[in-house]
């Protein structure tokens, strides 16, 4: 049974940093791309960063680039997100997310993604 579990989320104060983690199960992540987005009260799902299969490339929304930094070790079967100088506009829940096998596109999209983690929550506080 495949399961992405995220954790290393919490309370964090404005200009402070947290590294979300997502290990997974019965799922090699050598053979995936993962990503993170995250979703924030009363919005949709967003796009937050991923990382490909091969660990050559990561791409980031616009909001996040310069502050967020996806990376993977294979050896760990873990994902992380690094997330330095945060924002209340980053309070969201978080979620890991391991491509399809089977489809190609976007990175960008949730239909990349086959397998999801139940999230993790942040929150950013002033």
């Known amino acids: 049974q495949v399961q992405l579990v995220e954790s290393g989320g919490g309370l964090v104060q404005t200009g402070g940093s947290l590294r979300l983690s997502c290990t997974a199960s019965a799922l090699t992540i050598s053979y995936y791309g993962m990503g993170w987005f995250r979703q924030a009260p009363g919005k949709e799902r967003e796009f937050v960063a991923a990382?490909?299969?091969?660990?050559?490339?990561?791409y980031y929304a616009d909001s996040v680039k310069g502050r967020f930094t996806i990376s993977r070790d294979n050896a760990k079967n873990t994902v992380y997100l690094q997330m330095n100088s945060l924002a209340p506009q980053d309070t969201a829940v978080y979620y890991c997310a391991a491509t399809s096998l089977s489809a190609s596109g976007s990175y960008f999209l949730e239909t990349r993604y086959a397998f999801w983690g139940q999230g993790t929550q942040v929150t950013v506080s002033s």
């Open positions: 990382i490909r299969w091969s660990g050559d490339t990561s």
